[in-house]
């Protein structure tokens, strides 16, 4: 078993001991972690290994570590992800991540307790970075149109996903697997994007909404999951192959075509009336 799943299982337990204080432990990254480690290892380290740590608004604090420090954990973490954009994540190990940073072992226990703390860091930092998608569709002068906004959208989430595919691959593995940190993570994530695409479909919406939200925000929802799933497979299969079996370019107009309509029915109708005089009816 990989030092990246056997710190996993050390630090989770197996799924039979799972239980909700657990679970509700697991839901604050790497403080979890830090929970964890030796209560006997030398006060210097354990210095060295808690000084770095989310905040309660998830807001990465780098300044307890010093410049240095943080140039160190900086390099380390660039390092694994390195190899991560070439390897396996099961492969991954603490002395090929600090001999990639030229730094030795020793160094990477300093900022890391395991390779699943540094794979856990990894992902928090690009899940942050998914800001990019909220930003690519918040409200501003041309973006009354529904079409607009499920393009920036499609296109701002499928971008994040070539920047990061191989951190994000391992983020929703873990999460599938059921760790709870990752889990967490990823719900966040996604929580996040469809409360920001509802906010624009109230504003860019033309029929009247009839009721509460949660008929609307179910269909964001399964649109969404439509979306990260083909932004995940986009780009990883030969392009001579016959799969996806749609060209990439209608599938993303499709995605834009469906996200519009959602956010604005309206565009359905005009849709179908266009459709239909072009048929002679």
Same mark, same amino acid.
């Given at each position: 078993? =990989?030092?990246?799943?056997?710190?996993?299982?050390?630090?989770?337990?197996?799924? =039979?001991?799972?239980?909700?204080?657990?679970?509700? @432990?697991?839901?604050?990254?790497?403080?979890?972690?830090?929970? +964890?480690?030796?209560?006997?290892?030398?006060?210097?380290?354990?210095?060295?290994?808690?000084?770095? +740590?989310? +905040?309660?608004?998830?807001? !990465?604090?780098?300044?307890?570590?010093?410049?240095? /420090?943080? =140039?160190?954990?900086?390099?380390?973490?660039? %390092?694994?992800?390195?190899?991560?954009?070439?390897?396996?994540?099961?492969?991954?190990?603490?002395?090929?991540?600090?001999?990639?940073? /030229?730094?030795?072992?020793?160094?990477?226990?300093?900022?890391?307790?395991?390779?699943?703390?540094?794979?856990?860091?990894?992902?928090?930092?690009?899940?942050?970075?998914?800001?990019?998608?909220?930003? #690519?569709?918040?409200?501003?002068?041309?973006? @009354?149109?529904?079409?607009?906004? #499920?393009?920036?959208?499609?296109?701002?989430?499928?971008?994040?996903?070539?920047?990061?595919?191989?951190?994000? %691959?391992?983020?929703?593995?873990?999460? !599938?697997?059921?760790?709870?940190?990752?889990?967490?993570?990823?719900?966040?994530?996604?929580?996040?994007?469809?409360?920001?695409?509802?906010?624009?479909?109230?504003?860019?919406?033309?029929?009247?909404?009839?009721?509460?939200?949660?008929?609307?925000?179910?269909?964001?929802?399964?649109?969404?999951?439509?979306?990260?799933?083909?932004?995940?497979?986009?780009?990883?299969?030969?392009?001579?192959s016959n799969y996806p079996a749609t060209p990439r370019d209608l599938l993303r107009k499709a995605q834009i075509d469906i996200l519009s309509a959602v956010l604005d029915p309206a565009i359905v109708y005009e849709q179908l009336r266009q459709e239909m005089a072009e048929a002679g009816y």
């Amino acid at each position: 078993m =990989s030092e990246m799943f056997q710190s996993f299982r050390l630090a989770h337990g197996s799924p =039979s001991r799972h239980n909700s204080s657990a679970n509700e @432990r697991m839901t604050v990254g790497e403080r979890t972690v830090k929970n +964890s480690w030796p209560t006997k290892a030398p006060r210097a380290r354990r210095a060295l290994m808690t000084a770095y +740590s989310a +905040s309660e608004d998830g807001v !990465d604090d780098f300044a307890r570590l010093g410049p240095k /420090g943080a =140039s160190t954990r900086r390099r380390l973490m660039d %390092s694994a992800r390195a190899l991560l954009e070439h390897g396996s994540a099961v492969a991954l190990t603490s002395s090929a991540v600090a001999h990639r940073a /030229g730094l030795s072992p020793a160094t990477f226990y300093k900022y890391f307790t395991d390779v699943g703390s540094i794979i856990h860091a990894l992902c928090h930092e690009v899940t942050l970075d998914s800001r990019t998608i909220i930003d #690519a569709i918040q409200p501003r002068g041309d973006m @009354r149109d529904a079409r607009i906004v #499920a393009e920036r959208f499609v296109d701002a989430y499928d971008e994040y996903w070539l920047r990061h595919r191989s951190i994000l %691959s391992i983020r929703n593995m873990e999460a !599938d697997r059921g760790n709870a940190a990752f889990r967490y993570m990823r719900r966040t994530f996604i929580e996040e994007l469809m409360n920001a695409l509802l906010a624009s479909a109230l504003i860019v919406r033309r029929v009247p909404l009839d009721g509460p939200t949660q008929r609307l925000a179910g269909r964001i929802a399964v649109v969404v999951a439509a979306v990260d799933r083909l932004a995940a497979v986009n780009g990883l299969y030969d392009p001579e192959s016959n799969y996806p079996a749609t060209p990439r370019d209608l599938l993303r107009k499709a995605q834009i075509d469906i996200l519009s309509a959602v956010l604005d029915p309206a565009i359905v109708y005009e849709q179908l009336r266009q459709e239909m005089a072009e048929a002679g009816y």
